[in-house]
């Protein structure tokens, strides 16, 4: 059966998902992750992708992020990795895959998960990470302790105060009280799986919009319908 492809909606944002192969190790000191930075920044800048939050770990990236058409995510992706990936090679005297085939995503429904998502992103995942070991994130930048080049931020970020102060410290106080349980199950269910991350309504205005299937089909056997001649008038 042929794979679906990618749920890829221009203007909203995406959470991103890309691991190594077999669990390789895609980062291994901080000039590995310099420059995937360095390239990342140019091939976001040339497709005109906006990142609003990322996390570098040892064995997978995870970015959320807004393209600006149905083409700019995986080719930004693409072109980083047409340079990461040969460079890596060489360094370290391997060949082969160093990404774990495609990349996950899920289309975030903003006012609801945006700021979820962005700090599942720059917390580890459900590992969890502590904010201060995160070099290789975008949480620095949204706390106010540096300005990062990478990022473009959200509506939904701005939304939280009036000045950066306001919005470093609402932040950084959204990171203290952590995600619950149930948000985390159900930001990875949506990207490793590939469904929307949102309300019914949201989901619903998807599917008719991109025309296909965007939330996993019920299981079991469609209902029978009876024939015409059997219906009561």
Known sequence: MARQPRLIVPHAPHHVLQQGHDQTTIFRDADDHQHFMD???????HYKLLIHAYN???????????PPDADS??????????????????????????FG???????????????PCSLYIELGGSAGIEPAA????????????????????????????????????????????????????????AVFKGWPL????FKAALARQSRRQVVPARRG?????????SVPD
């Open 101 to 115: 085939g495609r990349f996950k995503t899920s289309v975030i429904e903003a006012e609801q998960f945006l700021l």
């Open 221 to 229: 056997r469609p209902p029978k319908i009876a024939p015409v001649d």
């Open 134 to 189: 995160q070099d290789w994130s975008s949480y620095p930048h949204h706390i106010g302790l540096r300005t990062d080049p990478l990022i473009t931020d959200h509506a939904m970020y701005w939304a939280l105060g009036n000045t950066p102060f306001q919005r470093e410290a609402a932040y950084k106080n959204l990171c203290e009280q952590a995600l619950t349980s149930a948000q985390v199950t159900m930001i990875e269910a």
């Open 73 to 98: 995510l995986g080719a930004c992706l693409q072109r980083t990795g047409r340079y990461y990936v040969p460079w890596f090679n060489a360094k370290y005297a391997r060949s082969g895959s160093l």
């Open 198 to 201: 949102g309300s019914d309504a």
């Open 56 to 66: 570098l770990l040892p064995g997978q990236f995870q970015l959320l992020a807004t």
């Open 39 to 45: 390239w990342l920044r140019d091939s976001a800048r």
